[in-house]
């Protein structure tokens, strides 16, 4: 059995206490072993990169991006071990888990290939023989927290932008996938990266986390995860004014209108309530159904839903993993508990799979739940699981209306051919993420990312906009 050591100042501390990282879909097997970093750690990986600071901030862009290109290519040399790891240690399925290590080396070549183009702002004097501009500077010392469910791009998607800008970095992963995260840093450390710019400390989220915050040195964090640690870190933060950029959970609504493609609505449907288990930050966990053709529609997603074969993502053929962990798991079928009192039976799933190899993980059924309505808790919160709640719509109206009545605001999906009120979806939706006419989840890397109200705080994620982030503005006025 394989220990993964912390990544401190160029070097792998491989002794101390361990954790296990086991797989949810055969918890027999422990993908790997971890050491369990402590405060000394975060407080040493923190010190090693402000050390590393000024040098890597002082390099040119273009040669940062260099080292991010040489891990890009290493991490495709190692893609299918990488994509099959993901699996073992996080459940997705194995074409899941491609899709999301493919993303990553595109998300590493991007921001790499920013090194070159980086620019700031150029305009012209009032005043006469005055030269005025803007340069991006870098911010010192960014501290990264990620969660579990994509166990690659999230730590890719903050990584890259940060060290493209010349900042260095402590990241601490989430503890039931740390393996995904860890190959990145090896990537990056195969890549010849200096010592102490990139350092990685694995462990418990609550010690952590707040060695991070309390890290003199730190001067930015930056999490996605779950709304109360989300709240957590906003406040402690806020005590060492460090700038924050926070991404938290979601209740995300696809409208679907009786002037939708009605196949590849139910399909997109299906795609995004229920692939990855549910467990996608942009998921969708409410279909707004409009009534003309709610009870056609209700009854084809039931029927697509039930040939969906859930089981070991590592097999072919499965659409499907396990919830992440047991307490995932335990979510979930305490929500199912909840729905069956607000809504009665589901039309299809509210059970956890048993007999054979289910027995060995975190199997639920995927699971409908219809004529849900808006005051009950299946409708307003988070479950993060393979559960759909479907409520009936008057009308257009009254579909934004119910969409827009949540204190949740990261991605919202419209299924309708109409292009009015696709424009009006566009315009009126509380959210940072829209999707026409495709699943709420599924995004790329080249566009801003995050949501709105208490979805988010703070700038964006990926695309030009990760740099409001991971950069600051030094203004300049020069007479000549
Ligand atoms: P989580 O909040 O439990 O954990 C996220 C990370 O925070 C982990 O690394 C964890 O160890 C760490 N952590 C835990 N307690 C901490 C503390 N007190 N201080 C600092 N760090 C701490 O969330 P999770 O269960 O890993 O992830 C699921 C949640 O993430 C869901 O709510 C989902 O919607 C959200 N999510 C959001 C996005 C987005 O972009 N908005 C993307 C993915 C997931």
Redesign the pocket.
């Known amino acids: 059995m394989q220990t993964f050591g912390n990544y401190i100042n160029g070097e792998w501390i491989t002794t101390g206490d361990t954790f296990e990282d086991r797989n949810p879909a055969n918890t027999d097997e422990v993908v790997g072993l971890f050491v369990k970093g402590s405060v000394a750690d975060m407080d040493r990986a923190a010190e090693a990169a402000a050390e590393a600071f000024p040098k890597w901030a002082a390099m040119a862009a273009p040669n940062r991006g260099a080292i991010l290109f040489k891990a890009a290519e290493i991490l495709d040399s190692r893609f299918e071990a990488i994509a099959a790891e993901m699996t073992r240690e996080e459940g997705k399925t194995l074409p899941e888990a491609k899709g999301e290590t493919r993303r990553a080396i595109n998300i590493l070549k991007y921001f790499a290939g920013e090194g070159s183009r980086m620019g700031g702002h150029l305009v012209p004097s009032e005043r006469d023989r005055v030269h005025m501009f803007a340069i991006r500077k870098p911010i010192g010392v960014v501290g990264l ?6 166990p690659i791009a ?1 730590p890719c998607w903050k990584l890259a932008p940060a060290l493209i800008c010349g900042n260095t970095v402590v990241i ?5 996938s740390p393996l995904s995260a860890w190959r990145l840093v090896e990537a990056l450390h195969d890549a010849g990266i200096p010592k102490g710019v990139i350092n990685f400390v694995a462990g418990s ?2 010690t952590l ?2 060695a991070m915050i309390n890290a003199k040195p730190v001067k930015a964090v930056s ?7 989300g709240k ?2 906003h406040t402690e933060a806020s005590k060492r004014m460090l700038r924050i950029q926070l ?4 209740k995300n609504p696809t409208i679907v209108l009786n002037d939708c493609d009605f196949n590849a609505s139910v399909e997109n449907v299906v795609n995004a309530a229920f692939f990855s288990t549910g467990q996608k ?1 942009t998921a969708t966990s409410r279909a707004i159904v409009e009534d003309g053709i709610y009870d056609q529609f209700v009854a084809a997603l039931v029927e697509r839903t039930k040939k969906l074969k859930t089981g070991n993502g590592m097999e072919a053929g499965i659409d499907i993993g396990p919830a992440v962990d047991e307490a995932a798991l335990k979510t979930i079928l305490d929500y199912i508990e909840i729905g069956k009192k607000e809504a009665g039976a589901p039309l299809c799933g509210g059970n956890r799979l048993t007999g054979g190899a289910y027995d060995k993980g975190y199997f639920v059924e995927p699971t409908i739940f219809a004529d849900v309505t808006e005051d009950m808790r299946i409708a307003k919160e ?1 479950i ?1 699981g393979p559960v759909l709640a479907v409520m009936r719509a008057k009308d257009f109206a009254d579909a934004m209306r119910i969409a827009n009545g949540s204190e949740y605001g ?1 991605s919202a999906s419209v299924q309708s051919s109409n292009v009015s009120r696709v424009f009006d979806f566009v315009y009126g939706m509380e959210a940072g993420l829209l999707t026409v006419n495709l699943p709420s989840a599924g995004v790329e890397y080249q566009l801003p ?3 709105t109200k208490d ?2 705080f703070g700038p964006k994620e990926q695309g030009p906009a990760a740099f409001d982030f991971y950069s600051d503005y030094k203004t300049v006025y020069l007479k000549y």
């Open positions: 927290i990620t969660p579990w469910n994509f999230i601490k992963p989430a503890s039931a989220g609550a986390g707040a999490f996605t995860g779950s709304d109360k640690t957590w870190i991404e938290m959970g979601g930050c988070e993060f990261l990312f995050g949501g979805s988010s």
